[in-house]
T-cell receptor, first 113, second 112 residues
C-alpha cells in the first residue's frame, strides 16, 4: 500500500462516457503528477501541478482535463476517450519542487471499449 | 530531447550474486536520479535516489552516479528471487517540479 491513494483501481468506459480519476495524498506534498503507462512501456508524463497550479502539460489531448482542487487532491477528467487511451494511469507526488523523489499511487487501470 | 537509455534485458542473475543495472542519460543538466522497481501489474516503487557523484548505499542496494560520463548504475547485493522485477531508471532534468523521464526499464530475473 502507498500513501498516494488512487480511485478507482479499475475503470471500463465507452468512448462517449465522461468519468474522473481521483488521486489523494496527505503527506503535505506540494507537487503532484499524472503519468500514463502502456503495457511493457515506461511511464510517460502527462501533467505537473506545483502548489496547485498547472506547471507542465506535455501536449496531452484535450479529452484529458486535469484539476487540482486543493493541495491534497488531484483529478483527471476523461471525456470522449479513444481505445488507444487504455492504459495504467499513475498519480505521483513529491515534497516540493526541487527535484525530490516522486512517490506513486497504485494506479487506475483504464479500459476503453 | 531528454533521453534515458537502459538495456531492456532480460538480465538473469543467480540467487546470492550481485545484479548490476546500468543507465545513461542525454541531458547534461540533469540533477536528480532515481531507481524504481516495478513488479508486473503494479506501480513503480522508489528504491534509491542519488544527486551527486559517487555512491549511495541503502541496505543491499547501491546507486552510483558519474555525471561526467552521464551514467547511473544500481547494484543489488545478495540477490533474492523477490528482486525479480523491472527496474526503471528515472531522471529529473531541471531540479524543479519537472516530471521524470524514464528509461524503458531492465527486466531482472533472479534464478533460485
Amino acid at each position: 500500500d502507498t500513501e498516494v491513494t488512487q480511485t478507482p483501481k479499475h475503470l471500463v468506459m465507452g468512448m462517449t462516457n465522461k468519468k474522473s480519476l481521483k488521486c489523494e495524498q496527505h503527506m503535505g506534498h506540494r507537487a503532484m503528477y499524472w503519468y500514463k503507462q502502456k503495457a511493457k512501456k515506461p511511464p510517460e508524463l502527462m501533467f505537473v501541478y506545483s502548489y496547485e497550479k498547472l506547471s507542465i502539460n506535455e501536449s496531452v489531448p484535450s479529452r484529458f482535463s486535469p484539476e487540482c482542487p486543493n493541495s491534497s487532491l488531484l483529478n483527471l477528467h476523461l471525456h470522449a476517450l479513444q481505445p488507444e487511451d487504455s492504459a495504467l494511469y499513475l498519480c505521483a507526488s513529491s515534497v516540493g519542487t526541487k527535484g525530490q523523489p516522486q512517490h506513486f499511487g497504485d494506479g487506475t487501470r483504464l479500459s476503453i471499449l | 530531447q531528454k533521453e534515458v537509455e537502459q538495456n531492456s534485458g532480460p538480465l538473469s542473475v543467480p540467487e546470492g550474486a550481485i545484479a548490476s543495472l546500468n543507465c545513461t542519460y542525454s541531458d547534461r543538466g540533469s540533477q536528480s536520479f532515481f531507481w524504481y522497481r516495478q513488479y508486473s501489474g503494479k506501480s513503480p516503487e522508489l528504491i534509491m535516489s542519488i544527486y551527486s557523484n559517487g555512491d549511495q548505499e541503502d541496505g543491499r542496494f547501491t546507486a552510483q552516479l558519474n555525471k561526467a560520463s552521464q551514467y547511473v548504475s544500481l547494484l543489488i547485493r545478495d540477490s533474492q528471487p523477490s528482486d525479480s522485477a523491472t527496474y526503471l531508471c528515472a531522471v529529473n532534468a531541471g531540479g524543479g517540479a519537472d516530471g521524470l523521464t524514464f528509461g524503458k526499464g531492465t527486466h531482472l530475473i533472479i534464478q533460485p
